[in-house]
């Protein structure tokens, strides 16, 4: 036999053969492999052979590629990789068992029932201080055990706070506690659904997770009020679906999407820039706006409209009623609905507890008879779009638990309901080209939800 190796073709006999074959593959490898595996190996060898011993190889205008010869003495033997456990341990053998925490079990209880010490679960109590809370587990969590194959002594157990994130304790060589995250995987996908009473329960009969309905809530909430969605309004949506394992997580990023409301079809889809990153529809505007719709995340009901004349359920009297009365849950949290400066957050009489903001030069937006405050919104603080300011309440001069959400532009007080919000920056000029060739791309393929042509495309992050 003879092998390329060189500037010189090096011989090799069977005594060598054999010898490259132990190297290449550990004898402890080849007993696990079968038969017909090791004559495909020899026939690679053969035709290796049959490839050096051509004649263009021998070509002098070649010898300039050849590398040194190389002795069989300089081969390193590859050894065999350890098989590692999701959650990156080497399976050496360990009994591994998984559990559910009962009621009214502690890890105390569990650990003793393995055989564990007092004294190594009070090592572990201290060494888990700051890093998970041990005697806060909960029934119904999650925990697998690594047990020792022959002395059945507790190796390693794995508590999991959730689907995601779990806690390692270590008692092999010495007590080790570590925070651990699996990883999450995402899959393109679509979905669509027309709706007969609600968009929640549109999503649920397709096995959608409802967080999607939030999210489009939150991309269409500008033009769209998801509190009066309309009887076979539709949606068509080609999202991000997150993963962990094979079980479903959470809602990712909606990529784009297309919702027809009373006839008219909105679109919205995601496009990013070195500078900023939102959604837009198909002609390059930006499909969310300055202000948010309505100060909730989820949807409430409208107890009492924006009106010049409105009779006073406590004064009774008519008078003006400037805002529009949401008659939402005791302590349902209020989101500020746009970014801006806290200018007014205080008891101030009839109106109870009160937060005012200002977001530009042109709108302010107040939230009253606020049950409390949330945590930093005092005057002067800067708050984001979304974020949570308060707690609908009954102070003031009320005759039940409500929000009254005010809108002043120019100082003038405005109907919520009705006002048309200002919008968010537009695609430039010079972005258009890339734009629009992303339109197009995710136009068609909403185009083809529903006949099974949008491809799937898996990630990790």
């Not at 060494?127 to 047990?147: A, M």
């Not at 060589?173 to 393109?188: A, H, L, N, P």
């Not at 549109?202 to 999210?215: H, Q």
Request: net charge neutral.
């Amino acid at each position: 036999m003879r092998t390329f190796l060189g500037p010189n073709f090096v011989k090799i006999g069977s005594y060598e053969k054999q010898r490259l074959i132990r190297i290449l593959f550990p004898i402890k490898y080849l007993q696990k492999m079968y038969t017909n595996r090791v004559k495909e190996i020899l026939q690679s060898i053969g035709i290796l052979t049959l490839f050096a011993s051509c004649s263009l190889f021998q070509s002098n205008d070649l010898e300039g590629v050849y590398v040194d010869s190389v002795s069989l003495e300089s081969l390193i033997e590859i050894k065999e990789q350890p098989v590692l456990d999701e959650y990156g341990f080497h399976q050496k053998g360990d009994i591994i068992t998984e559990n559910k925490v009962k009621r009214n079990e502690s890890l105390y209880i569990i650990l003793r029932s393995l055989d564990v010490s007092p004294q190594t679960i009070y090592e572990l109590e201290k060494e888990s201080e700051g890093k998970f809370q041990s005697n806060r587990i909960r029934p119904g969590q999650r925990y697998l055990t690594y047990l020792d194959s022959e002395t059945n002594a507790v190796n390693r157990l794995i508590l999991h706070n959730d689907l995601l994130n779990y806690v390692v304790i270590d008692l092999e060589d010495q007590v080790k506690v570590e925070r651990g995250r699996k990883e999450i995987t995402s899959k393109i996908t679509e979905t669509s659904g027309v709706i007969t009473s609600s968009l929640y329960e549109s999503l649920l009969e397709n096995n959608i997770d409802p967080l999607l309905g939030n999210k489009l809530s939150e991309i269409f909430g500008w033009q769209i009020d998801f509190f009066r969605i309309y009887e076979n309004d539709s949606y068509k949506v080609i999202y991000e679906q997150q993963y962990v394992g094979d079980e479903p997580y959470g809602v990712g990023k909606i990529l784009a999407a297309e919702f027809t409301h009373k006839n008219e079809v909105f679109d919205a889809f995601f496009y990013e820039t070195n500078d900023r990153a939102g959604y837009f529809d198909s002609e390059g505007k930006g499909v969310q706006k300055a202000l948010l719709k309505a100060p909730f995340t989820y949807s409430q009901r409208v107890s009492s409209n924006f009106s010049h004349s409105r009779f006073h359920p406590v004064l009774k009297t008519r008078r003006p009623h400037y805002g529009v009365d949401y008659a939402a849950p005791l302590g349902t949290p209020v989101i500020a609905v746009g970014d801006g400066t806290v200018t007014e957050s205080r008891y101030r009489g009839a109106n109870g507890n009160i937060v005012k903001i200002q977001h530009n030069s042109t709108y302010t937006t107040a939230y009253l008879h606020l049950n409390g405050f949330a945590r930093g919104i005092k005057r002067g603080a800067k708050v984001k779009q979304g974020q949570v300011i308060g707690y609908v309440g009954r102070t003031g001069r009320v005759t039940g638990v409500h929000l009254d959400y005010r809108i002043y532009k120019n100082d003038q007080p405005v109907n919520p309901l009705t006002v048309d919000l200002p919008p968010s920056k537009a695609i430039t000029e010079t972005e258009m080209k890339k734009f629009q060739f992303v339109v197009d791309k995710f136009r068609f393929q909403l185009s083809q939800i529903g006949e099974g042509l949008i491809a799937s495309a898996y990630y990790t992050y």
